[in-house]
């Protein structure tokens, strides 16, 4: 830290270097010990943790004494060696004396305590969120944070990434979930809406020729928070142009590798690419945990010929756990799951030392299965015509989680590839996987009338540890094969003018072939921190009902001004002004 | 530009020392030209210009021919010499002999020059922001900005300050100017706000002991936008504990200096101070602008003894304008706005080579003056108990402006320091000059309750060329000060706590003393690059009625949604669940 006025080094800077030295420092009273001979106080700043003392005999025994915790402090004085030094603690080896003492501030007594290991419950710690902030590990969570992004800005700078800001109060666009809206005042009756992400104006940046963009962009969902979810939410946004799939799993893999490097010192090596066939194929889930070796294989044939007649006209996958031994409570379970997630049949065979054992055994010798080693087997049976790979993945999971394995390895990353370019939803009706602007793979271009759930799009997912942390594609750049698409999704030619006339028409001005991605910034900080939540790795997060509980936001508005945005609302848009001229 | 499967080099990077090389380039036409033996095609991309060639012989005649402006090109061949360098391009002197050409889009005509100096009229160039932003000038714009930043990042980091993201959905509190607000669908009859600034935000990160923050943080005014404002701008938000103002100074004074120096190759010296009371009776502005060195001086003194009754028990101040000549118009003009200003008189003398007149030469004799050269000389007459020193600032503007002078350098900077604290609205009611959380200086905090207007805040501006490009201030960190001030400003103690008790709950837990400032990014970025208007350096601006011209924003809901708006918002929030448990 910076020599200034108040302090001449931060607490956790100092050494035994420094001995002798006079020192002048700030920060927070951690706690207070009095040992009769002597008084000492843990000081913690931002830096870190120093020990204070005073000797009965000296004038400062008496203040140090009476500071209580939180207090903030300046104290000056010599620094010496520690008798008995705390290897703990960076500055375990040093204490300063302190000779004069100056009470910043004063503290009530905090709610909880203000350590990594804190009794406060996460409720408490919400509420009073500028002392959870002050706990050493949130503070090395959110320095973790700003270090990702200084590296990441640093590679894109050095790639010829432009960062540009695009707008917050933009036009509700449908995106998938809800918009948060702003009511305007100016026109009322109309609204702006809060990105769901700058997809389209990052596109709009391709058309006007910015060739390479990035930006920290904060997005917003107004979703019902089931789990790990945040209504405000930061991607780290990007869009390139005259580019293949090809540079752009080179250009972000080696972002990533610059940021495990530089952040964690780790060497990652090179990110594997699977099809998203291949993932559901052999993982059940296109973001598998590859943590983790453990893969599905089709049996099919192997399995027709062996009088099973649950397996008779289906598909058969086969996953063997090495070492895995599962109770019979647990193979219920799996059961239960897999028929949740559209399984037809889960049966299991346990190989140990000396025996193997599976309700199969009736109807084929296990010898023939040529087990190595002792282990637990599972097949699931799917529905030929319709397989649910989905269940695979579900039992997958709860079988690694539920025998409590290790990970192989604390990372695994994968490039997730060619997904599907639209989906039915639960009604049957077509809609887009991703987005509506996704480029088609060439090979399937005509495809798109025909058989729309054979096209396959550039699209892309980057996962790490069985979260997806990257998404992306190659977008759309004519207007042609943009409003093929749009019919595809039961548009009409004027529904699509209204929704998406802009973009249309600036397809129809020279956009470059493009494409993008963006990272989710909160979950990549959550796993590069060791973070259990979101909540973890940001500074002032909400609950998942959206609520902060410092600010105790929302909140009701005055009334006044409750009826003043009731009447923008309520006005009919037809009566607003029609021209936005300067 | 990176060489990629698309391109081997951006259009503008290419030199001599390429030539005879097989070359690469993507862009967009900017225009053709047929000159029978040859065809040109200038062609445009993020990097520069480069221009494309075929002689009458080459297949790729034809087909350069029938490109048209804006088409999106691959063009591959070798490079030569030109017989005609361009000076005015740096790629003039090579060209691209074009032996494989590839369409990669089609452009509609576009309905303006896409050149720097473009025939388009500013309401059709944001209809079509992304033809706009094609122009170089633009691109150019807002790539400074992009550099600015990344010096900010790079000066802010060095000096220990912690990029930290807060939140955009945060509760209403007055800061001045009016809310924008969300409707919470979660908590129905509530609502969010976006912020004005992270002001409190950033206080209570200092309270939680980050020390020091930065953010180029998003900001929300849902003002009446007269002249240049913008809905949502962006500033340079810094925080910083264990701080003296002079410190503050200095640092910013450094990233300023920094800025200057890496982005336009400037150094700027140390920059002045001048106390808020200095300004006002030098310069009758809290913002001049020191590119002109003329100053008002105050002459009372001497006036009292020259008989001009309308000088009578009135405060004189007396501006010298070298070379200065002003016409009957001007004059009455400029008595004009002194009037409106709440001036009690203006006066002017004129000295030209040969003679001197006055209006006042029947009161006294104008030789006395003793006016070294030729000029023109102002009297203004202000109030002796409510000098409008504002008078004064109109004045000066105005004849600078009207003379039509030149400034005596391209830049100039100025801190302002020693702001009021308190001031009064029109109805004489006690009101916050800065925000309600300003330190006052040490030496006033006695007045606080006795003589408010008299309390001088440990506030701060940084003007540059006229602009008020930075605001800060010293916050109070104890809740006994910072509730003396809310008391001043009328609030009862239910009140207070009411509006701000989170934050007087916060400065209870120990919080260090501290300060800021933030950076209004768009004014400078438009100072440092010559635009005209903030929409010159924002990508996708809005107009002065807060209309997104592109985007059509804001836009009217469908049916379906406004009704479920509405009835969030007619909720009685006393029905909404009490608890945010997660």
Not at 165 to 184: K, N, Y
Not at 224 to 241: M, P, V
Request: charge should be negative; proline fraction near 6%.
């Amino acid at each position: 830290m910076e020599s200034t006025a108040y302090r001449t080094h931060g607490c956790g800077e100092l050494r035994p270097q420094h001995v002798g030295q006079r020192i002048k420092v700030v920060g927070w009273v951690r706690r207070v010990r009095d040992l009769g001979h002597f008084v000492f106080v843990d000081l913690r700043d931002r830096s870190g943790i120093l020990q204070l003392y005073a000797p009965v005999q000296s004038p400062c025994y008496a203040e140090l004494k009476a500071l209580g915790r939180e207090w903030v402090i300046q104290a000056e004085g010599h620094l010496r060696l520690r008798e008995s030094p705390n290897p703990a603690l960076p500055t375990g080896q040093v204490e300063l004396k302190v000779e004069k003492l100056v009470v910043l501030n004063r503290s009530q007594v905090p709610p909880f305590l203000i350590e990594d290991e804190t009794d406060g419950q996460e409720e408490l710690r919400l509420r009073y969120r500028y002392l959870d902030l002050r706990r050493p590990i949130m503070q090395r969570r959110l320095e973790l944070r700003a270090e990702v992004l200084h590296v990441v800005r640093s590679y894109l700078r050095s790639r010829g990434f432009l960062e540009i800001e695009t707008p917050m109060l933009i036009r509700s666009t449908p995106e998938g979930a809800r918009d948060f809206v702003v009511p305007s005042r100016l026109r009322p009756g109309t609204f702006y809406a809060l990105p769901q992400s700058p997809q389209l104006l990052k596109q709009l940046l391709m058309i006007a020729g910015y060739d390479r963009y990035f930006q920290i962009a904060r997005c917003f969902r107004d979703e019902d928070y089931r789990g790990d979810r945040q209504a405000e939410f930061t991607q780290i946004d990007c869009e390139l142009s005259f580019v293949t799939q090809e540079e752009i799993f080179a250009i972000f893999a080696g972002l990533v590798r610059e940021v495990y490097a530089q952040v964690l010192g780790i060497e990652i090596g090179e990110i594997p690419r699977l099809s998203y066939a291949e993932v559901m194929q052999r993982y059940g889930s296109d973001k598998p945990d590859l943590r983790y070796s453990h893969a599905w294989e089709e049996v099919t044939d192997w399995a027709q010929g062996q009088g099973v007649p649950f397996w008779a006209g289906r598909k058969v996958f086969w996953l063997w756990v090495p070492q895995g031994k599962a109770s019979r409570k647990q193979i219920d379970r799996w059961q239960t799951i897999a028929k949740e997630q559209g399984a037809l049949s889960l049966a299991t065979v346990q190989k140990e030392r000396d025996s193997i054992s599976s309700s199969l055994s009736k109807f084929f010798s296990l010898e023939t299965l040529s087990l190595e080693g002792e282990g637990l087997g599972l097949w699931v049976g799917l529905d030929k015509d319709k397989p649910a790979y989905a269940a695979l993945g579900a039992v997958r999971n709860a079988v690694l989680r539920d025998l409590n394995l290790p990970p192989e390895k604390p990372w695994a990353f994968l490039w997730v590839k060619d997904f599907p370019l639209f989906e039915e939803d639960a009604e049957g009706r077509l809609q887009a996987a991703h987005h509506p602007f996704v480029l088609p793979h060439p090979e399937d271009i005509d495809k798109i009338e025909e058989a729309p759930l054979a096209v396959r799009a550039q699209a892309y997912d980057l996962v790490i540890n069985g979260y997806e942390i990257l998404s992306g594609s190659l977008r759309c750049h004519t207007p042609e094969l943009q409003m093929r698409i749009f019919r595809a999704l039961g548009f009409s030619e004027e529904a699509a003018q209204a929704k998406f006339g802009f973009l249309l028409e600036a397809l129809s001005y020279g956009a470059p072939p493009h494409g993008g991605c963006a990272f989710g910034l909160d979950r990549w900080v959550m796993l590069l921190s060791g973070g259990q939540s979101l909540r973890d790795v940001m500074a002032f997060p909400k609950t998942t009902s959206g609520a902060d509980l410092m600010l105790q936001a929302p909140a009701p508005l005055d009334p006044a001004q409750k009826a003043e945005v009731l009447r923008w609302i309520s006005a009919d848009e037809s009566s607003a002004p029609s021209t936005f001229v300067e």
